[in-house]
Each structure stands twice: as C-alpha cells, then as structure tokens.
C-alpha cells in the first residue's frame, strides 16, 4: 500500500514519523490533566442525556481511543458535550417509552447515525459546510441551550425531584417547588459550586472538578449525607460493555434522524471552530474535512461501544493544550487513564452527591451563556442580534431539537438574504487619479456629469439579478437629467448565468427606453464568453477585456455633445 494517501486518511501515521522523545512526557502529563477533566464531564454529561454514568464513561473511553489517530489538529479533545447530551436526553424519551435499555440502544444508535452522517460528508469533501450556521446562530443557541440546562440542573442542586417539558415548564417548576429544599444537597451543592467558581480564579487549568468530586465522596460518607436525604450517584458498573450493534429497527432509524442531523450539525461545527483556532494560533492547516473523519470514526467506536454521541469539546481542548500537549497523543493517554478507572476503580463513585454533580453541570454550561458576545451584537449588529435572539427562543420555546433546526433554516435564510440581494456600488472618480470607488463610502468622489457608474459586487445568478436590474434602473430614473450612459462595471462578478445574462439583456431595452447609452467593461472571461453567446454583445457594443472604467469614462467625455443634448452612440 502507498504510504502517501494512508498517511493523508491518518494523519497519526505523519506526525509519529516525525516525533521527538521529549514531547512524550508533556503528551503524558496533559493525558492525566485531560482524563481528570474528562471523568467528571463524562458522568455529568451522562446524566443530561437520561442515561446511566457508565455510559459518560465509555464515550470518552472509546471516542478517545481511535479520535487522535484521525483528526488533523493536534489539540482537539474529542468528548461528551452538554449540548449534545442534553439533546440525546431531551429527544430520545418519547421514542423510548420509559424503557432504559431502549434508551441506550437508541443513544447507540444515534451515534452510529452520527458517524454516517460525517462519514458521508468526508467522502463528499463537505468540510465546508460548517460555515453555513452563523456565529450569531451558535452564540443564541448556546444561550438558550444554557437556560435550558439550568432548569434541569437547578432541581437537582436543591435536593428535589424536577419535571418535563420545556424550559418554561421546568422553570415554573422549579420556583413552585422550592418550599421543598433539602438544605442538606443545598449546602454540600453551593459549596461544590463556589469551590468551582474559586478554582477557575486562581487555580486556572487544574482539575478542580475532579478535586471536587473526590471532595463530595468524601463528605458523602462523612456526614452521612445519604441518611439526610441527599441522592447519590449511585452504582457505576465495573468492566466495559461487549461491543456490537444496537437492537433498533428501522422504523426507530428513521425517527431518530432529525435527532442524528442535529447532532452531527453541532458537533460538526464545534470540532471544526475548535480546530481552526489551534490552527491558527499554533500555525498549520486546518482540514474541515479530516476533521469530519475523526467525528466518523469517534461515533463509530462510541456507538458500538453503547454510548451516545461525541464531538470536540472546547474547555477540554483547551485544557489539553494549557496542560502542555504537543501531539493528539495526550488525547489517547486521557482515554488508557479512563480505561483503567472503568475497569478497577468505578465503584469509587457511587457515594458521588447528585447536586455536586449538578454544580459541576451548571459550573460548565454558565460558559455557553456569552453575555459580551451578546451584548456586542446588539450595540454593533442589530440584525445579527435579532437572528441569535431567535435562535435562543427557539430552544426555549420549541425544545432543543427544533431550537438547532430554527437555527440551521435562520442561517440559510441570512445566507440567501444576502446572496439575492448583492451590494451595487454607484461609482466616482477618485480626486486627482483615474480610479473609481463607492460613492456611498467615499462622499469626495468626484461624480462624472452625464454617465451612471455601477458595479455590482456578487456573481450575477437568477435569484439576484433582479434586485441588480432594479437598483441601476431605479438609479437612472431618480437622477434628473437622466444619464446619457450608464456603464456596468462587471470586475467583481466571477460568474453570471443564463437567466442573469437574459435579464442584462432586458435591462439594456429598459435604460435605452430612458435614453441612456448602456456600456458593459471589465468582464471576465467566463462572463464576456456567457454575454456573447445570449447575444448580448450585439446590443451593447463589444465586450473585451482591455478596456477600463477610465477607457470607457474618457472615450465618454472626448465625444461632444449633439445639438439635441445627447451625445452620439458609439456601438
């Protein structure tokens, strides 16, 4: 077999040739910062998705252990994400009917979907389809989704049982319910939170989460905490799960789809921005669709391993990288360190306080609440505050799984506003050169008395071309005298089609109905090849690409006006 194409399948088999001995004990190191970060965040993940913690376990155990040979940065952790989690939890309960063991074969399978899913799209070289969802789509999802996870943690922290639904039946809940407080859980929960809150001051990238759970074992067990009433984690099963696939039919595969695209959609985008931000900070290239790969080969191995849905996580990636990882190695050392805890040491949890697992919960999600990012969109980017505040009441209003669908269509929409209605400059002289920009932008443009300078600055296509035709005809009827000439600067569109070449022509009847002359310059090959073949060429004059704005402009100028008042047509 060709190394080369292996090599460029599994990017592991690049940089192993190429690593040095020293970086092993920084790899070895961040493995065990990692591990302790992941173990909390897996069995706190587990519990939002309605599943059993083991299974936090087993998807940071398995994703780990094929992830790193994959992905092309070198920094990405892959993990449980709370937003994942929740939307397995909060998707997969009608399906399952109250039956466990249904969940987890649903979850599995869901996972399996998810590396389909990525799998295909690797194939497809679709990397760059993550850019279709907007920051302001994430930044309104990530809020809503962090308001929702408040209200299924909240209950927990204080010790009473919550309900279900969405955010604001949670939320009612919760405040018709608080006469029934365990001060016990509320206690042994705001001191885990406030230890959190102390921790990411002044112990920055340290496993303070896994501190505090030792720490809530261990008070667990001193002051009798379960006597008190406060609940536990519970049983955590020792040994690992026989792999195979899940028992769902294929009725159950096509309702868990929309579930799967969701997911896929989320941990797409968020491995991908991951990705690109240790790229560009550590330098290399960043490769959308490898990364795609690893989530397919991530899912697979989870969804085998009986576990539900992975993608990149961004604080664990960013611990992997504070604590001094040099190589995806780190991630593979973090999922040996969780293979070994599964197999000898997983019944060490069981006296693990429920409301400290919640402050480890809320703790995290409090991060996907971006009040800045928010608060910056709204001074400097009203419509973008708009789409995000959607986005948000979309997961609050309609639940998790149509609040990323809302947000997907809103993206799509914004992308297709602004696709179908292109930016047309209206151009001028710039003062004492033979250059020509936006009138718009530059005030002291020296205006060309008689003649309409316009440049459309988008590909000329069927859904925008009549928003360009109407903005130069709308152009030419407001000024008065209406303009002898009006010459269309096509310098910034690289493609026109065929419905737009038609309309071009349409538009010329249109501008000599006004008396103006219409002159096309600075066509691209394509276009001039696409013009030409409608026949638009015979209408307007030649089209070529050696003369400018300033050539057509000049020409313009030196023919002298007739004794009507217009000057003569020179096509």
Known sequence: MNAAPTASVIPALRW???????????DVLAGITLAAYLLPAGIGDASLANLPPEAGLYACLFSGLVFWLFCSSRHTAITVTSAISLL??????????????????????????????????????????????????????????????????????????????????RAGHFFSHLGETNMAALTIGLLALAAMVLGKIYLKHKPVALFVVIAGIIAASFFGLEARGVKMLGTVPQGLPMPGLPHVSWDEVNQLLPLAMACFMIGAVETAAIGRMFCAKHGGRFDGNQELLSLAAANLAVGLGRSFPVSGGMSQSLVNESAGAKTPLSGFIAALIILVITLFLSGLLHDLPQPVLAAIVLFAVAGLFKVEALKRLWKYYRAEFVVALAAMLGVLGSGLLRGVMIGAVISLIQLLRRASHPHVAFLGRIPGTQRYSDLARHSGNEIVEGALICRPESALYYFNIDHVRDMIVNKARSLSPAPRLVLLDLSAAPYVDLQAAQ??????SELVSLGCQFQIVEARAPVRETLRLEGLEEKVGTINRFTSVSDAVEKFLSVPISHTGTKPTTN
């Not at 192993?16 to 092993?24: A, D, F, G, Q, S």
């Not at 760059?128 to 996870?149: E, N, Q, T, W, Y």
């Open 16 to 26: 192993m040739r190429e690593y040095r001995r020293e970086w092993l004990k920084q």
């Open 503 to 508: 309309t071009l022509i349409s538009l010329h």
């Open 88 to 169: 397995v939890g909060a998707s997969l309960g009608p399906i399952a009917g109250g039956d466990v063991s249904r969940f987890s074969a649903l979850a599995a399978c869901t996972a399996l979907i998810v590396a389909t899913l990525a799998f295909l799209g690797w194939l497809l070289k679709a990397g760059a389809f993550v850019h279709f969802i907007s920051d302001p789509v994430m930044i309104g999802f990530k809020a809503g989704l962090s308001l929702f996870l408040a209200s299924t943690q909240l209950p927990k922290l204080f010790g009473f049982k919550g309900s279900h639904g969405d955010f604001w039946e």
